[in-house]
């Protein structure tokens, strides 16, 4: 069994940084793609940033600039640093990792950027 555990989220002032990390623990023999999700109240899971297995990178274009993924997959962590928060940022943060060429979330951490 595979579990996933995010920390890291809080309250920050709009302009302030945040910095979310996201362990994998169990079984593991291999480790794909690991990727940020969030979902904000009445919205759809979106995703924020994701690093593939062959470490090429891809955001969302309101991340593009402000937040920065990293991955290891021998550490079995992934992070996301994400600098200047909006308001529009506050969510429901989850990271996502395929693990043995299953997918895995974690259960997500809160995070509210005051204005």
């Known amino acids: 069994q595979v579990r996933l555990v995010e920390s890291g989220g809080g309250l920050v002032q709009a302009g302030g940084s945040l910095r979310l990390s996201c362990a994998a623990s169990g079984v593991i023999f291999v480790i794909g793609d690991m990727g940020w999700y969030r979902q904000a109240p009445g919205k759809q899971r979106e995703l924020v940033a994701l690093?593939?297995?062959?470490?090429?990178?891809q955001y969302a274009d309101s991340a593009k600039g402000r937040f920065t993924i990293s991955g290891d997959a021998g550490k079995r962590t992934v992070h996301l640093q994400m600098n200047s928060l909006k308001p529009e940022d506050t969510a429901v943060y989850y990271c996502?990792?395929?693990?043995?060429?299953?997918?895995?979330w974690g259960q997500g951490t809160q995070v509210t950027v005051s204005s």
């Open positions: 690093i593939s297995s062959d470490r090429t990178t």
């Open positions: 996502n990792v395929v693990v043995n060429t299953r997918p895995s």
